[in-house]
């Protein structure tokens, strides 16, 4: 069987922690995981076809990046289908910036040549699925592993083209978590049995973990009711004053919401989000129904490291608990990321 988009990728449960290594098991592998967008690439079977870019949602995007198509035209043999995180530098910041990603999946094809010069492209490959046109889906994760090795050594790939890093030490692994995390675009590890097939689509035999910080933030709305609260969109100051938002919440258990509706006062006229909308999620149309509150109540919070440019994160933030020891003042400035408050 040939493989032609669309494709669906094989998908990791989230975890907290790294799983236990259990001594009769056969072993697992431990890649690190990038925060881009996931991303199949298909080689023609023969010369003369094209090279396709498909996402995990099954939209075909090549001609957004014409650098990656062209790379892989240059490098990669024919009848190839490559699995892994579709990643943008962005030279003025010295960093991966996954806004730049998106400027570059939303380009036109005119403008996306221009793009690709100021922001170009990188892919990590932690996958092949198949190779010479004979598709590897039927194989262990060790197998598969082992000829996209070989596939780098033969054809001599280099970038955009690169090996996503791995190893079968847990130590190692743990190191990449605690230490590699503080790597722009690098936000955890993906777990994978040495034995584990490809299978499209399904979850469940990989397992993802991502860094997680604790740190703190002002809660300046809420949805739900003074009384009853239910998540909480969070805020810092910038170098001028302003309250900035800076995500939400997920949903507050219980006895969380009882506590918080403890201190929770309604906001006075001239609250610094009057008239702001929010997003129900990052990069959502949805907006949530919110109401103001008085905004010098400080909120620890968990959070993983997928935090734009702008200060902003993008999955919904952990409440742990209220910091009554700790005033808005000591929280840390908007952009300063996962930086924890004193005290």
Request: proline share 8%.
């Amino acid at each position: 069987m040939v493989l032609r988009p669309p494709v669906e990728p094989m998908l990791a449960q989230a975890a907290e922690v790294m799983p236990p290594v259990r001594p009769l098991a056969s072993g697992v592998a431990y890649e690190q995981k990038f925060d881009g967008y996931r991303v199949l690439v298909f080689t023609p079977a023969a010369p003369g076809g094209r090279v396709l870019l498909q996402t995990r949602r099954g939209a075909l995007i090549q001609g957004a990046f014409p650098d990656l198509v062209a790379a892989a035209e240059a490098q990669l043999p024919h009848g190839l289908v490559l699995d892994g995180e579709l990643l943008v530098w962005d030279a003025g910041a010295g960093a991966l910036s996954f806004e730049g990603l998106q400027r570059r999946a939303a380009a036109r094809t005119r403008s996306a040549p221009a793009l690709a010069v100021k922001l170009p492209a990188f892919f990590v490959v932690f996958d092949v699925l198949q190779i010479d046109g004979q598709e590897l889906l039927h194989l262990p994760y060790v197998e598969r592993r082992a000829r996209l090795e070989a596939l780098f050594a033969d054809h001599a790939l280099t970038a955009p083209w690169i090996l996503c890093p791995m190893t079968t030490d847990p130590a190692q692994a743990r190191e990449w978590l605690d230490s590699w995390t503080d790597v722009s675009g690098v936000e955890g590890i993906v777990v994978k049995p040495q034995t584990s097939r490809y299978t499209p689509g399904h979850r469940g035999a990989w397992t993802k973990v991502r860094r997680r910080d604790t740190t703190e933030a002002i809660i300046g709305a809420t949805t739900g009711t003074l009384t009853r609260p239910q998540l909480l969109v969070l805020g810092r100051h910038d170098q001028d004053g302003r309250l900035r938002a800076v995500g939400r919440t997920v949903p507050l258990r219980t006895e969380a919401a009882r506590l918080v509706a403890e201190h929770l006062a309604a906001a006075a006229p001239g609250h610094p989000w009057e008239g702001v909308t929010f997003a129900a999620t990052w990069g959502s149309r949805d907006v949530l129904n919110v109401r103001l509150v008085r905004p010098d109540l400080v909120a620890e919070i968990s959070t993983d490291r997928s935090i734009d440019q702008g200060g902003v994160w993008r999955h919904p933030l952990r409440f742990k608990r209220l910091r009554l020891d700790v005033t808005a003042e000591d929280v840390p400035r908007f952009g300063q990321g996962p930086a924890a408050a004193a005290g």
